[in-house]
């Protein structure tokens, strides 16, 4: 059984530039959630998804992010024209429902040059 | 809202010590409490959750936590400390709704042979 997949593991993007992180669910799971963990902080919820829907984006800043899981293909989260304070790491959590334990995925590490 | 405070951000035992990692709650509800276990630049491991059943808690590891109402605790316990336990321990409330988990600001545990 594959747990939750997240590529890249590692992904360095220059100011101004777009990233792209990606997360396969277990299998099994229709439920992602996508959260961020700054240096020596804990994780903070920035959305959930279910497929072809966000039902709850109250954790994601107003501008430059965004998400999508849709139909066929891995859920991705967008970032647009990073910026330094973007470094972190992103983690995809996913479950087979609502209400039920979340799985994580490994991370991906964004560094900011 | 829902929030969680460890009260202490580093932990260090000896192997073969007695492990004990405090978590206090805030809920306005009856809440579902996690801990997870993160190794060095991997995601988060489920170590055990309450749902309001039996108010102690087994989990993998040897690991077990008990809550308290009456304290607002989620306290987690382990008899002897295991050179492979030394990680960041994370503990997670979940909301009302199911669907976001609100994390502490972790434990990090120290084991010393």
């Known amino acids: 059984n594959a747990g939750v997949m997240q590529n890249p593991r590692h992904l360095v993007r220059r100011r101004g530039q777009e990233a792209r992180l990606r997360c396969s669910p277990m299998?099994?799971?229709?439920?992602v959630y996508w959260y961020r963990q700054l240096p020596e902080e804990g994780l903070k919820f920035m959305v959930y998804l279910q497929k072809e829907n966000i039902i709850d984006e109250s954790g994601m800043p107003k501008e430059r992010f965004s998400a999508e899981f849709p139909k066929e293909g891995p859920s991705i989260l967008r970032i647009q024209q990073v910026v330094r304070g973007d470094s972190a790491a992103y983690f995809c959590?996913?479950?087979?429902?609502?209400?039920?334990?979340?799985?994580f995925g490994d991370g991906t590490r964004l560094s900011i040059l | 809202a829902q929030s969680v405070t460890q009260l202490d951000s580093h932990v260090s035992v000896s192997e073969g010590t007695p492990v004990l990692l405090r978590c206090n709650y805030s809920s306005s509800y009856s809440p579902s409490l996690f801990w997870y276990v993160q190794h060095p630049n991997k995601g988060l491991q489920l170590l055990l959750k309450?749902?309001?059943?039996?108010?102690l808690v087994k989990g993998i590891n040897g690991f077990e936590a008990e809550f308290k109402k009456s304290e607002t605790s989620f306290h987690l316990t382990k008899p002897s400390a295991h050179m492979s336990d030394a990680a960041e321990y994370f503990c997670?409330?979940?909301?009302?709704?199911?669907?976001?988990?609100?994390f502490g600001g972790g434990t990090r545990l120290m084991v010393k042979p």
């Open positions: 309450y749902t309001s059943a039996a108010t």
């Open positions: 997670v409330v979940n909301n009302n709704a199911g669907n976001m988990l609100t």
């Open positions: 299998k099994g799971h229709s439920h």
């Open positions: 959590a996913s479950s087979p429902g609502n209400n039920q334990p979340q799985h």
